[in-house]
């Protein structure tokens, strides 16, 4: 498979969809996400001018970005537990899944004893699925001030999964009500939140055309995720056995 061919495909997409929405493309960035696929395609896509991937979890994390080159900018896209957050300040300057106060306050916490300052998205469950994680509306509003006041968290904007579809059209109302819950909140902080990460490999069109500034593309990527065959553990740095 030719990453670069996929690269340019996906690049494509985003064009159109801001070509609808007439939108410029520049607004929209591409999170690369690349659980379960090895360093070396990263480094391939890399050397194809994708800096920008996102990782779900810590421990493949910590083993695979060592592998793969400096340049590459990380975010942390996937639910955290509070004893992860230690790791996760140290491998990530973004982590986009703050989906409670407790964990909020563990990361800032962990964020002060490393003197960093970490970017955070809150991850909302617009509709509610039992399946996923991430702060009701209701709930991320009421705890705002208290996330604001944490010191070494800066908060950037909100993200969202929308419920899986074969048809992208059924997710263009959870990304319109991400878009309203953006507007509270920003009413509410008195402050811009610049990011909305919104936007997948099967629904990224419906999601920038609804305003997302960052789409997270796996699949289109790099093909379907493979894990390693034998344990859990991926083969992190993609090397033949
Ligand atoms: C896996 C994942 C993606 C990418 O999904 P694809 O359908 O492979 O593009 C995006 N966001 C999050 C939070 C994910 O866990």
């Known amino acids: ?7 340019a ?31 070396n395609a990263i480094a391939e896509l890399v050397r194809a001018g994708q800096l920008d991937f996102g990782e ?6 910590k083993a695979k970005i060592p592998l793969c080159p400096s340049s590459a900018r990380w975010e942390m896209i996937g639910h955290l537990q509070t004893n992860k957050a230690r790791d996760a300040v140290h491998l990530f300057p973004v982590i986009q899944s703050v989906d409670s106060l407790r964990l909020a306050e563990e990361l800032n916490k962990q ?3 490393a003197a960093k300052t970490i970017r955070i998205l809150l991850e909302i469950n617009v509709v509610g699925e039992s399946s996923k994680f991430g702060y009701s509306p209701s709930a991320v509003l009421a ?18 999964i929308a419920p899986w579809s074969q048809d992208p059209e059924r997710a263009r109302p959870v990304f319109r009500k991400l878009a309203e819950l953006r507007k509270q909140c920003e ?14 490999s099967g629904d990224l069109g ?6 997302s500034t960052q789409v997270r593309v796996g699949t289109s990527l790099f093909g379907r995720r493979t894990y390693a065959k034998f344990g859990q553990q991926p083969d992190v740095a993609g090397e033949l056995e």
């Open 1 to 7: 498979m030719d990453l670069a061919e996929n690269l």
């Open 9 to 39: 495909a996906v690049r494509r997409q985003i064009d159109q969809a801001c070509d609808c929405a007439g939108r410029d493309p520049a607004e929209v960035q591409l999170l690369a996400v690349s659980k379960g696929h090895p360093a």
């Open 56 to 61: 779900s979890k810590v421990q493949e994390a």
């Open 111 to 113: 964020a002060d004893k």
């Open 143 to 160: 705890d705002l001030q208290s996330l604001n006041q944490l010191r070494r968290l800066e908060i950037h904007g909100l993200m969202t």
């Open 187 to 200: 009413d509410a902080l008195g402050a811009p939140l610049p990011v909305l990460s919104m936007g997948m």
């Open 206 to 211: 419906p999601a920038i055309q609804e305003g």
